[in-house]
């Protein structure tokens, strides 16, 4: 790829007609290159996540999504998604409303139980307890 890329530059000041038309081919297979590899990428990193929120790590998933640049301090980055039609979008608005529907029709399903039992915190080993949360991560992740 890189020596595609000196190429291109090769062309790109070559003024004729077939240095126009060598230069325009190349970006176009490094666009098409680039694009491939980045949609393999995000395609991976979803995975990834639907694994972590299927075993029940939420906090893997959620450092595998704040790797992606999902940031509220930077708004979302030009990361599109996929619609239930296929298409790519990648409009802020549309793509938060696509998530927000993904959401609720993943926790509104017909066969969810009403109520969650928890058995009392004396009665848990204590190995099978999992990490205390310290106040002051949670007020942290507030201040986000």
Known sequence: ???????Q????????????????????ELK?????????????????IMEFHRTGR?????MKIEELGWKKTQGIQNIGIEDSQGNRI??????????????TELYDRP????????????????YEKGPYILQSEVEKLLRK
């Open 1 to 7: 790829m890189i020596s595609k890329m000196d190429e």
């Open 9 to 28: 530059m090769k062309w790109k000041n070559v003024n004729t007609e077939e240095g126009r038309r060598n230069y325009r081919g190349l970006r176009n």
């Open 32 to 48: 098409r290159a680039t694009e491939k590899a980045k949609k393999e990428y995000l395609e991976n990193t979803f995975k990834k």
């Open 58 to 62: 939420c906090d893997l998933m959620y």
């Open 90 to 103: 990648v409009d802020q608005r549309q793509v938060l409303k696509i998530w927000e529907n993904y959401v």
């Open 111 to 126: 066969n969810r139980p009403e109520t969650l039992e928890v058995e009392p915190e004396e009665e848990v080993d204590t």
